[in-house]
């Protein structure tokens, strides 16, 4: 069983940024995936940042240069450092972890889900 614990997130200005963390912990061997996602209102759920097998790092076309991913294996902790929102970045955001127990399954749990709100 993998727990995920959320936070950051809140009311910013346009051009504003945040600073969103995720912290898994469980009976974790290792991870093998992280990563943000979000979901604004009435819009499916969408793929912001991740790192996928090997440490390779994929942002979203339209963060690149503003959000910035990052982990510290040490706490399996991910974070994703968002610079210059817009209002149309307003939406939940959730992690998504794929951790691998010492059996070698793999189990992917997202996390609660941290609202970030974009208005002046």
């Known amino acids: 069983q993998v727990q995920l614990v959320q936070s950051g997130g809140g009311l910013v200005e346009p051009g504003g940024s945040l600073r969103l963390s995720c912290a898994a912990s469980g009976s974790i061997f290792s991870i093998y995936a992280m990563g943000w996602y979000r979901q604004a209102p009435g819009k499916q759920r969408e793929l912001v940042a991740g790192?996928?097998?090997?440490?390779?790092?994929n942002y979203a076309d339209s963060v690149k240069g503003r959000f910035t991913i990052s982990r510290d294996n040490a706490k399996n902790t991910v974070y994703l450092q968002i610079n210059s929102l817009i209002p149309e970045e307003t939406a939940v955001y959730y992690c998504n972890v794929v951790v691998v127990f010492t059996d070698g399954s793999r189990l992917g749990s997202w996390g609660q889900g941290t609202q970030v709100t974009v208005s002046s």
């Open positions: 790192f996928g097998s090997g440490a390779k790092i």
